[in-house]
Every structure is written in C-alpha cells, then in structure tokens.
C-alpha cells in the first residue's frame, strides 16, 4: 500500500511537471556584431519580467520558462551597441529560435559609430560617451567623468585637471585623434582656466588607462586618455544651453560619401559658481572655443583629415572683501579683507593637425601626422589686501555672538604679476599597424620643434601694522632696536628663451596565443626610444603587458605589466622657484610594476565586472614640487626618489537595467626622499631643543635626514560613485548621481622647506545629483518634431549637501610672525538648469 502511494505521488509529479512545462516556451540563439564575430556579455531580458539570462563566449544565449500565448518583448543590450527589442507570441512546448545581429551604437549625431572594444591586455578602461554628457558636473567635460575612475583622484571642481596614482597634473597624457593635447601653462587656479580642449558633445570613443600602458602611448609617466572624436554619416547636431555652458555642434557627409564635416562651438562663463566664494567681487570670466573636423576621402584607400581648434580664455576680477570663519573647536577665529586693484588674465590658443591615413589592405594601415601648437598667455594682476584676524565669540547668550570680539591681527599684502609666456610646438609623425594571424605589429616616429618665450615678474609683500613681515624680534626699551628693511616675501623675475628638439619612436608586437587545455594569453612586447638635445638624453624604455584567461575559470582574467617610463620635463619643470632654468635636468623615470583581475558574474540576471589592480612605482631622478590650487611649482634644483603604491577596484554593471554605474576604491601612498636634503636641530646647555627664532645660544647641534616625506599628492583614500536610475517602467524620468570623497592632501607654509610640508587639508566631499527628463522617450511629439532625437530638460545639484572644501590656503603673520593658514574654500551648493536637444 505505502509502494502504491509513493507511485502514485510520483505520477501525479511527472504529469504536473510535463503540463507545466507544455504551458511554457524556450527562445534561444546567438548574438553577433555586424562583422559575424560573436559579442559576449550580451544582456538578453523579457521585459516586465524577472526572466533573463546573458550570452556566452560563442555569443548563445537561452531563455526558459517564457509565458505563452501573449505578446512578450525580448530585449538585446550591450553596451557601445544599438539596443534591440523583439515582439514574440509563443506555442505551448515551442523552442524557437532566433538570432541577433548588433549595430554599433549611434550617439548624439545620426549615424555615428561607437565602438566599444574591449582592450583588456593593456588594462584600458573603455566608457560611454553618453555618460559624459547627462553626468551632473560643473566642468561638464569628459575629464569629470575622469575622475570617478579607479586610481584617479581631485580636489577641485572647477579644474579639468586630475592626479593619478601619484602623479602630478603634469604627468597625463591626452590626446585626440591621435594628436597630442597641451593645456595653458599659466592658470594658477580653477576658477581661471575655463574649459578643456575636448568637446564631449563630438566624442564618439573614449579609452583611459592609469599605468601600465604600451610602448606606443609616450613619454608620460601616469596616465593615457585617448579620445576619437566621431565620422558622421548623416546630418545631425546637438544645442547646450545651461546657466553655466552653451554649445552647437554639427555634422554631416556629401553626397558621394567622400567629405564629412564635425563643428563644435562653446561659451562658458562661471560667474554664477563664483558668486559661492569667500571673496566677493565682480568677476568676469567668459572662455570660448570653436573646433572642426573635415575628412575626405581621396581613394578607397587613402584619407585625409584636418583636426583645427582655437579658443579665447579671459579671466578678469575685481575683489572687494573677503570673510572667512576658520580656526579650531576652542578657537573660532575670522578673517576678514578689504581688496584694492584687480586681475586680468589671457589664454589665446590655437591648435590643428593634418592626417593622411593610407590603408592599402585591411590588415595594414599608415598615419603620416603633421600637428601645431600655439598659445598666447598674460596673468597681470596687482591685488592689495587689508586684513584682520579677530577672535570670535562663540557664547550663544551673547549678542556678540559669531562675530570678532578681539583682534589678534592687523595687517596688509600686496601681490604683483606680470607674467608673459609664448610658446609652439611643431610635430611630424607616423603611426602604422600591422595585422597578421594572431599578431599586432604596431611602430611610430615623431620628431617635435618646441619654442619658448617666458617673460615673468611677480612679488609678494606682507606688512603688519607698518612692520615689513618677517620682523626681527625686539625687545622694549632696547636703545638699538633692530630696523625692519623692506623686504619681499617673495620675488621671482626672468626672461627665459628657449629652443629644444626632440625625437621619439616605439615599436611593438602583441602575440595572441592557446594553449592546448584551452586557456588563452596575451603578450605585449614593446619599447620606446627617445632622444632631447636640450640635456643631450637618449632614453630607452622597454614595456611588456600579459593577460592570461584560464579556461577552468573562464570568468576570471588576470593581467601583470611592468616598464620603464621616463617623462623628459616640459618647460614648466625646468623651471626653478625663482625663474631661473635648470640646464643640468635629468628626466625622471619610474619602474612599474602592476598586477590585476579582472572578474565578471551575474546579478539579478545582468552582468557585473570587477576588475582590480595592486601596483608599485620605484622613482628616482624626480623632480620635487609643491601645489598651490593647480598651479605646480617645481624645485628644479633639486633631485629625489620617490615610490607609489596602492591598490585600486571598480565595479560596473547595470544596477539598474538599461543604464551604467559604478563605484571604486582606491588606496595609494606616495612619498620622495628628496636627495641631499638635510637641517640642524639646535640644543642648549640643559639638552633642551631650541625653537625656531628663539634668542637662546645654542652649545650643541644634531645633524638631521628628513628621509621620506609624503609627495603632495599623497591621497591616501579616494572613494568614488556614479549611479543612474529611472522610474519603473518609464525611462523617461532619470537620476544620476556622482560622488567623490578623498582623504586630506599634504600641505605646509609658502617658501618653506619641503620636509615642513606635512599637514594635512580637510578631507574632500561632493556629491551632485541631476534630475533629467527626456519627453520624446513617451512619444508626445508630433510627426513636424520627428526630426529631433532627443530632448534632455535636467534639473542639476551641484554640492547637493554644501560641504565647504578646502583647496589652498592664504597665509598671513601677525607684527609676532605668528602664521595663520586661512583656507580658501571651493563653491557652495549650487541650482542648474540644462537643456540638451539631438536632431
């Protein structure tokens, strides 16, 4: 009887599993791209549903369990391709098949390609142009996107400028199409330098790498950003408007498909952020550019392009007064300045590049580059300030209550510029590739004219109370007191002309290899050569990439990479404290070592991938330097060795469906050893230490080494977040979020010695926030619109919880040469508004 029962059970089971399973279908098939090579990754999902699955190495994917009779959607994403959605009504118990073919992604301008290859052997962070135009940034350039990425950090909203793993500003590379970038040299703070050479609105390719990059990326010793700007193949454009940035861009093709045409034109002024400062005044910044990209095709296998960019920079203030609350828990304190005079400055650049490609077969092709450089910049300010520190009194029952009560302070600074500085690059140079099987040949040249014309004066005067600071200490009553001269806190004048000629080549070859369990390698082999006549240096620099994919865990890819990197300095390095030019400089150069994974899962049935990275930078012949905002001043007298270690991670995927995010980790410590650097501690007859400027003789004094000291880009934590989503089942609504949090940044007084600079700034907080709504994404517009693409209406957030982030200090003395370091805090919580229309 039991028997009779379990059988009967079992029964009952199989007949209720095979009429569920004949009340539903499978769909199942590849995924390929237009070339017929299979795309893995592919995000594969049953709209309005939890059904989804995510396609293999050989681009198949399948789907179970699918409702039957009724209408179904199938969505095909993938990112860097078009999205595809399919109408299905299925059979009880039907296994049907189907297979997708992707398009390359148009963005911002019909008929545009985006291609998002996969460059993992060289460890190359590929990223979505599209994210650059809707992220919630106040640059609202590529380089803010930049910075969200693992091993990037900054502390300034409003510089384009960014530290990588160490490095300085001075130490990244960009380039467009294939030619080098150059930033102004001149710009000693954010609020000056307006907007950056790439205009997001025409990028359609975007590749970054924070070390460890080939042979043919040259001669910089942190990071890469590639951008390729896009090749129309129809009409279109796209219009900006925000209270912050204004912009036009178009392109099209003739009608013989030979001659296509990129425009770009762009206005920012960020007096409306300024009005956030401590220091009030009437600022009037206005920075504009104009950029165009022609290509024509001369035969099937030859083109020629002409990349043109000139921009005007002005930046001019007229400060009034300043108040600044600083100090400690126990002792609030107030700054306070009253302003004469005002600044002007001047940033005219022009830049272009012409570019024949000849690509006799699809297997080999050959860039021949002649490029131009120019810029134009004047800083001419004469600034005086009057100022008090004033104890604050900080009893709630007083009436008094947050203003200055004592006065600790009174004195005066006057700043004084006249800074003049030319310069032009000319470049002649050729890349080629070369595909063979499972082999890619690639070699460059360039050679590179450089001019310089340096004319600079400026000078800086604390007073205090009719005393020249520092004032010598005195006594009352002394008969001879000691007569304070009228000295400068600082000076710096020269007039510097220099001509140097450089020569650079690489080659390289990338092996792709199987092993006979299946796991796969890459290997990249490479080196650079190149040769200065300014110090008469021949460099050679060898760099190898590996990446290994064991078939056993194929989710897994792990890459080491490891060369030499040597950056032979620009002017600006060669450049000491007071002008003058270190004709002896050495170029410096940094071993690296970096080891990485790279990992993709599944969650809630999209694809994740997190990739992390450990590495370690033994330097030696660096140059030491110390920032102020962004201008970088360099002790180029003096030599170093310097380390960088750290770790970095990143996860990306869809943690919403249909959109990107991502957030990192990254923590680093940096630190230089600046080569025969030492100073003397001095005792008295009791053993005792003697303080600086003390009047007590001195019987006894101790050699001392610094040793290593944090470089001033020692961040040690850097947390980042990017983060999209929408309203269910209406994407017509989005919120993109962008969070950057960083620990303190090293610091010390002005015209100290390097070993003193060991403080450290606040940490750095920010988050913005946008709200962007797209009506055409609900249809509502009408067939005389069809025309437009696009709509974005967005409500942006910037510093959404008002933190007051410290970027410099402003030093003053009081008659004692008592120091107080007042900070200078970045913008406030500010309200834009953008509109963005594709057509």
Do not use: C
Request: charged share 20%; glycine share 8%; hydrophobic share 35%.
């Amino acid at each position: 009887m039991h028997h009779l029962r379990s059988f009967t059970l079992f029964l009952l089971f199989i007949l209720f599993a095979v009429s569920v399973q004949g009340q539903t279908a499978i769909v199942f098939g590849h995924v390929n791209d237009e070339k017929g090579s299979a795309l893995q990754w592919v995000n594969v999902k049953v709209q309005n549903s939890t059904l989804g699955s995510v396609t293999d190495a050989n681009g198949f994917f399948q789907l179970s369990s699918i409702p039957v009779n009724k209408k179904i959607i199938i969505t095909i994403s993938y990112v860097g391709y078009s999205k595809r959605d399919t109408v299905l009504l299925l059979q009880s118990g039907e296994h049907r098949i189907i297979n997708f073919v992707l398009k390359s992604e148009t963005t911002n301008l019909p008929g545009v390609d985006v291609k998002d290859n996969v460059l993992r052997s060289e460890s190359v962070v590929k990223l979505n142009p599209k994210n650059v135009l809707i992220a919630p940034t106040v640059g609202s350039g590529v380089e803010d996107i930049i910075k969200t990425l693992p091993g990037v950090t900054s502390g300034n909203e409003l510089s384009s400028q960014y530290s990588v793993r160490g490095g300085n500003y001075d130490e990244n590379l960009v380039y467009v199409n294939g030619i080098e970038i150059y930033r102004p040299f001149l710009v000693s703070s954010g609020e000056q330098e307006g907007m950056s050479f790439i205009n997001p609105a025409l990028v359609s390719n975007i590749s970054f790498s924070a070390g460890g990059f080939g042979a043919r990326y040259g001669d910089k010793m942190s990071s890469v950003l590639d951008v390729k700007y896009k090749t129309p193949t129809s009409f279109g454009g796209s219009v900006n408007l925000s209270l912050l940035e204004t912009g036009l861009s178009l392109g099209g093709i003739s009608k013989n498909k030979r001659f296509t045409y990129l425009l770009g034109a762009r206005y920012k002024t960020n007096r409306y952020l300024l009005g956030t400062l401590d220091t009030k005044g009437d600022y009037q910044p206005g920075f504009a550019d104009f950029q165009s990209l022609f290509t024509y095709k001369l035969s099937d296998h030859l083109d020629v392009s002409l990349l043109a960019y000139v921009s005007r920079n002005k930046y001019k203030v007229i400060p009034q007064s300043r108040e600044t609350d600083f100090g400690t828990f126990n002792q609030n304190l107030k700054f306070t300045v009253y302003f004469d005079g005002s600044e002007v400055d001047q940033y005219d650049m022009a830049q272009g590049g012409l570019t024949f490609s000849y690509h006799p077969s699809k297997d080999l092709k050959m860039n021949f580059v002649v490029s131009g450089f120019s810029t134009n910049e004047s800083e001419t300010y004469d600034v005086q300030g009057q100022y008090w520190i004033g104890l604050v009194q900080q009893q709630s029952t007083s009436s008094n209550e947050g203003n200055a009560v004592e006065t600790l302070g009174v004195g005066t600074y006057l700043r004084h510029a006249r800074n003049y500085f030319n310069a032009q690059v000319l470049s002649v140079s050729h890349r080629g590739t070369l595909m063979r099987k499972n082999q890619l040949l690639r070699w460059g040249w360039r050679y590179q004219h450089q001019w310089v014309n340096d004319r600079l004066r400026e000078w800086l005067l604390n007073d205090s109370a009719g005393y020249s600071l520092p004032n010598p200490v005195d006594l009352p009553g002394n008969p001879t007191p000691v007569v304070s001269p009228l000295d400068l806190s600082y000076f710096a004048s020269a007039n510097n002309v220099l001509e140097i000629n450089r020569f650079s080549a690489y080659v390289s070859n990338r092996w792709l290899l199987n092993t006979k369990n299946g796991d796969e390698w890459s290997v990249n082999l490479g080196t650079r050569f190149y040769y200065w006549d300014f110090a008469k240096e021949f460099l050679f620099s060898p760099r190898l990439n590996l990446a290994y994919k064991p078939k056993k865990v194929k989710d897994w890819t792990f890459r080491f990479a490891s060369g030499i990197y040597y950056q032979p300095p620009f002017y600006r390095a060669m450049r000491d404290m007071d002008g003058q030019i270190n004709h002896n400089i050495r170029s410096p150069k940094s071993l690296e070592f970096i080891l990485g994974a790279d990992y993709h899962f599944i969650m809630w049935g999209r694809p994740f991938l997190f990739t992390s990275e450990a590495y370690y930078k033994d330097m030696s012949h660096v140059i030491p330097y110390e920032v102020d905002n962004v201008r970088i001043r360099y002790y180029a007298n003096e030599t170093a060795k310097a380390y960088a270690v750290g770790l970095d991670m990143r996860l990306f995927g869809e943690f919403v469906n249909g959109v990107d995010s991502w957030m990192t980790l990254s923590i680093l410590k940096t630190a230089e050893n600046i080569n025969d650097d030492y100073y003397y501690n001095y005792y008295d007859a009791n053993g005792n230490l003697i303080s600086s400027g003390s009047n007590v003789q001195a019987v006894d004094s101790v050699k001392v080494l610094p040793g290593y000291i944090p470089r001033p880009t020692d961040r040690r934590v850097n947390m980042t977040m990017f983060f999209q989503d929408y309203i269910p089942g209406n994407k017509a609504l989005q919120v993109h979020l962008r969070l950057i949090y960083g620990t303190g940044l090293p610091f010390g007084p002005p015209q100290s010695e390097r070993y003193q600079q060991v403080l450290r700034m606040p940490d750095y907080k920010r988050v913005d926030i946008g709200f962007s709504w797209n009506p055409l994404e609900q249809k509502v517009q009408k067939v005389s619109h069809q025309r437009l693409k696009s709509l974005w209406l967005s409500l942006e957030v910037f510093n959404l919880f008002q933190v007051k982030n410290v970027i410099s200090y402003t030093w003053v003395k009081d008659v004692y040469n008592r120091d107080f370091a007042v900070p200078n805090y970045l913008t406030s919580r500010r309200i834009n508004l953008k509109l963005m229309m594709n057509f």
